[in-house]
């Protein structure tokens, strides 16, 4: 990477952020966190950067904010947009971790929406950022099949760990200024912020599309799949309720 300390911003949050933390201050970089308070369930970085003597902030990501002249933004699970004065000044070297494979599924909810439509493969995508949301050249992009067991918890975990296994890589292309591969205009889909269909089971969708979106309101403590006001964690329970068994 050179001779000289490079400074690096963190934008991060959950547990990827946390262990996107880990591997830059093992590489010897300098490291300022920008981050988000947490609810009990997530892992908190606020605290690891804490243990770890890391200088952070809970604002938003701005230029007047900046604590140094950054040579590199890493942006894992950051759930604000990073403006594009921001983006000028780090001349573009500033990339984030999207949990699909882009262009599908660009915004939110990515995983829960795939395993909801029948996806058979999902994946990861490190990206530039610029100025349009998720549409950033394309650094590294790796394909996860979807397993027929899969929850919204295990599908976005196994998407996750694999993710952080590129993670040093793409910060080492980002600083070389590899300039990554346009994405495709074809096939993008994007998905607003919310919980899909309201978490609400539809009758008149598929029994196989029941299973799936079950499966796909699983990640606890969050709320559960209902059906007719009541709690579904499986597809048992949605027919037993539907039979009047329960």
Sequence with gaps: ?????????LCGYHWTGCKALDLLLGQGFNVFVYTHDNPSHVNSLKDYCVSKSVPYSLDRIRKANLPFK???????????????DVISAVNGKIFNLHPSLLPKYRGCSSLTWALINGETEVGYTYHYINENFDEGNIVIQQQIPVEGWDTQLTLYHRVMFEAMRDFQQVVKLVMEG????????????YYKRGCPYDGKIDDSWPI???????????????????????????????????SGTR
């Excluded at 990477?1 to 911003?9: H, Q």
């Excluded at 590199?72 to 604000?80: E, G, K, M, Q, V």
């Design 208 to 242: 196989e599309k029941i299973d799936r979106f079950i499966r796909a309101m699983v990640y606890p403590p969050l709320p559960y799949a209902t059906y007719r006001g009541k709690e579904v964690r499986t597809l048992q329970e949605y027919l037993a309720i539907k």
């Design 70 to 84: 950054p040579d590199l933004i890493c942006s894992i699970y950051y759930r604000y947009l990073i403006e594009q």
């Design 178 to 189: 590899v300039p990554g591969t346009r994405q495709s205009s074809a096939d993008n889909s």
């Design 1 to 9: 990477m050179g001779g000289d300390m490079k400074n690096i911003l």
